[in-house]
């Protein structure tokens, strides 16, 4: 049996756009996002190059914060590698959720 190894963590919540009434009442959620578990020791960094991350792809960003901190499976925790992959995996979902919230004037 493989041992598996814990991790003390944070997580790392972006939250990019609100979630409709709809939304809401589907899915029981105030907003469309990302939950990255990360290393307690890692959480400032990563929360930083997060938000640079976001402001070069000018990607909506309405909140980011550090939760409380939580024990999981090293294979859960996410890297600077992994978040930056997930980011440029849904960058066309992130930019048409953008352009879909913006004001008609």
Not at 83 to 94: P, T, V, W
Request: with cysteine.
């Amino acid at each position: 049996m493989k041992n598996i190894k814990n991790v003390k963590c944070v997580t790392l919540s972006v939250d990019c756009m609100s979630a409709s009434k709809e939304e809401q009442a589907l899915y029981g959620i105030n907003s469309w996002g990302f939950d990255f578990f990360v290393r307690m020791e890692d959480a400032q960094e990563l929360m930083l190059h997060t938000v640079k991350r976001f402001a070069e792809f000018r990607l909506p960003q309405l909140s980011i914060k550090l939760g409380l901190p939580i024990t999981v499976s090293e294979s859960n925790v996410w890297t600077k590698e992994a978040i930056d992959a997930c980011i440029n995996n849904n960058l066309g979902f992130l930019k048409e959720a953008q352009e879909s919230t913006k004001p008609i004037l």
